[in-house]
Nanobody, 120 residues
Framework: EVQLVESGGGLVQPGGSLRLSCASS????????ISWVRQAPGEGLEWVST????????YYAASVKGRFSISRDDAKATLSLQLNSLKAEDTAMYYC?????????????WGQGIRVTVSS
């Protein structure tokens, strides 16, 4: 059974930082691209970032580029997202998502999500 479990969210002031983690199990982590997707209150899903298998290629949404950094630890089957210079508009539920074998943008499995609130 594929499991993705996010952690590290919480309340942070504007300009602050957080580090999200996603622990995975039930599949061969090293073989798949993994992404972060978020959903702000009352809004739809927004893709945030992806790290391809192998870890050499990373992609970011324009809204977070230069502030967020994605990484993966294949030995620990863990995905991370470093969030810096946080803004109120980064407030959202953050989900890690495993890609299918077809495309890195085809999200096959999702975690339960972790809440990030940016507020003073």
């Amino acid at each position: 059974e594929v499991q993705l479990v996010e952690s590290g969210g919480g309340l942070v002031q504007p300009g602050g930082s957080l580090r999200l983690s996603c622990a995975s199990s039930g599949f061969t982590f090293v073989s798949y691209s993994i992404s972060w997707v978020r959903q702000a209150p009352g809004e739809g899903l927004e893709w945030v970032s992806t790290v391809r298998r192998g870890g050499q290629l990373t992609y970011y949404a324009a809204s977070v580029k230069g502030r967020f950094s994605i990484s993966r630890d294949d030995a620990k089957a863990t995905l991370s997202l470093q969030l810096n210079s946080l803004k109120a508009e980064d407030t959202a539920m953050y989900y890690c998502a495993k890609a299918s074998a077809v495309s890195w943008a085809d999200f096959e499995y999702w975690g339960q999500g972790i809440r990030v609130t940016v507020s003073s």
